[in-house]
């Protein structure tokens, strides 16, 4: 624990890409086969379950630093980080246990997990004991699951591409998978990440995906879409679907479903299984997992009710909510399955019979998973449609209507592009030419501090718009959106200090204010929702800048927010 503790600590006090690759390159080239295993999986963004409830992690640490609720309350928020806030309130102690990170995870905390709270109050505190504070916080972090140390993947990814002196992508390839939470980092799963390439190794894959090619985001005018990308016919541009963008893997008779998270989600789609039957082996098929509603089968309104959404009369794609519904639901039961019945769109074909295809170009990718949709009569696999356009122009026309649709713009991929790995464009290139986000104005009512580097200020806002027109005298605000990302350093700053200014009342790490201050919030979806004193529910809110020129008097309403939601 020591080792990746000072491998942390390293890692945590550069922002520079060449120090945090030296970092890692001295830790791997020193640590036995079974840390590096953990390290690798802790440092690529393997999030195990939290081990510890955090209610009792706070109360054993409150009780051995002696300290009284208040001033352990008040140092968090000071510090911003809990792991790091309970190492510094804890009795100082010497670093007396040499054990590596693979004994500590395998033979000391995991088997924390589910243990009675009057055992974990007993034996956290000598765990605690045994490590100077550097490792003690490292610990806590893990036992929370909240690792994080600022480090990407793909920075993992070449780290261990120069030490074995690989090509990074067949790194990338062989950790597609390795922070699933079904896997447990081994040695021998290390020594297969390092080792040399060998011609069997493909066939050796079982149901392990490809990286997933991710897309650039398009935002220049339509009328510098010729000088930027010629002309469209050297391309092809499809719907951006709102779902779960996912690979589906057919190899020794089992289908395989990976989201772009690399999380394997076979159980969450049963329906999908059972396109074993009609798939070829070595098949694996790039997509999108949506609610689809055939001509022929009717949903039930009560699962769009469950779901915030109201349920529409065409068929096609559904809501995103309702997806979002169903997957949250811990048990799929059979009506669930009936009343959000999922398919894949498939848009590209990764591997045909066994055979890798990525390094084909897209127009022949393309052509053959469209027949190999064909040839599987199934419902619950499609092609995702291509769009005509006679030029750019038109297509953009066409993109206005993408709510209607239920999507969320085009994607656009060049037709002679091979399938990458991660955000690149060595090999091609595909574009989202997403629609503009929803956006409403509106005023923020609360604040609460934020994390890490951002403990000492007030950066996470709760928004509020009015219940009622201007001119009604019984009018008050209505929380309906908590944001905490858009804007600047300096403009962080600025609300800070109003905030702290304005501040009406404390409850606990969150402040009321006075409200004088108004921004514009973007979002990609809205639903209706019961759950909210607002009635509405918003996904991936934002600030998209501060409105100094509008009093609050002057936000916007619950109405605007209907209005968009129909």
């Known amino acids: 624990m020591k080792a990746f503790a000072a491998l942390y600590a390293r890692l945590d006090a550069t922002t520079g890409s060449n120090a945090k690759l030296a970092a890692m390159r001295d830790y791997f080239r020193e640590a036995p086969a079974e840390d590096a295993a953990w390290a690798v999986y802790f440092l690529a963004g393997g999030r195990p379950r939290q081990l510890v409830p955090t209610r009792l992690l706070r109360e054993t640490a409150l009780r051995a630093s002696g300290l009284p609720d208040w001033l352990f309350e008040e140092s968090y928020q000071a510090v911003g980080d809990l792991a790091e806030t309970i190492s510094l309130l804890l009795p100082e102690a010497e670093h007396q246990d040499d054990d590596g990170l693979a004994v500590w995870m395998q033979d000391k905390l995991l088997p924390l997990r589910g243990l009675p709270p009057e055992e974990l109050a007993e034996r956290l505190p000598p765990l605690w004991a045994q490590l100077d504070r550097r490792s003690q916080m490292v610990c806590i972090k893990l036992i929370t699951g909240a690792f ?145 509603k055939h001509e022929d089968e009717p949903l039930q309104g009560e699962a769009f009710e469950h779901a915030g959404a109201q349920a529409p009369a065409r068929g096609g794609v559904q809501p995103f909510a309702l997806l979002q519904q169903r997957i949250g639901r811990k048990n799929l039961t059979a009506k669930v399955l009936e009343q959000a019945p999922v398919v894949l769109l498939a848009y590209d074909l990764l591997e045909w019979r066994g055979e890798d295809w990525r390094l084909r170009p897209l127009h022949e990718r393309r052509a053959q998973m469209e027949r190999v949709v064909a040839d599987c009569p199934n419902p619950r696999l499609m092609a995702s449609p291509l769009i005509e356009g006679r030029d750019w122009a038109d297509l953009a026309t066409q993109r206005e209507a993408s709510r209607e649709r239920g999507v969320e713009g085009m994607m656009i991929k060049a037709r002679a592009a091979h399938y990458g790995v991660g955000r690149t464009k060595d090999v091609g290139v595909w574009w989202k030419w997403k629609i503009d986000p929803y956006s409403v104005d509106a005023v923020l009512i609360y604040a609460q501090r934020g994390h890490g580097r951002r403990a000492s200020l007030y950066t996470d806002f709760t928004f509020a718009v009015w219940d009622g027109e201007p001119g009604d005298p019984n009018r008050s605000l209505v929380p309906f959106a908590k944001a905490y990302s858009g804007l600047t350093d300096e403009e962080m700053r600025q609300v800070d200090a109003i905030v702290r200014r304005t501040t009406v009342e404390k409850f606990g790490p969150v402040r009321s204010v006075t409200p004088t201050l108004v921004f514009e919030l973007g979002f990609e979806g809205i639903a209706a929702s019961s759950r909210h004193k607002s009635g509405i529910a918003v996904r991936f809110p934002r600030m998209l800048r501060w409105r100094h020129d509008k009093p609050i008097e002057e936000a916007d309403t619950l109405a605007t927010l209907r209005d968009l939601l129909g």
């Open 148 to 292: 994080r140390v600022g480090v990407s993947k793909l920075l993992v990814t070449r780290a261990l591409a120069a030490l074995a002196d690989l090509d990074p992508k067949r790194v990338a390839q062989r950790l597609v998978g390795y922070t699933d939470l079904s896997h447990r980092p081994s040695a021998e799963g290390y020594r297969a990440l390092i080792a040399p390439e060998s011609d069997d190794e493909h066939a050796q894959r079982g149901g392990q995906p490809y990286p997933f090619f991710l897309a650039h985001s398009l935002q220049a005018p339509v009328e510098q879409f010729d000088t930027l990308l010629g002309a469209p016919e050297h391309w092809f541009v499809e719907w951006k679907w709102d779902g779960i963008r996912a690979q589906l893997v057919k190899r020794d008779g089992q289908i395989w479903v990976w989201s772009r998270g690399e999380e394997l989600v076979s159980e969450r789609f049963p329906e999908l299984c059972e396109l074993a039957g009609c798939l070829p082996d070595g098949t694996v098929l790039d997509g999108e997992i949506v609610v689809w």
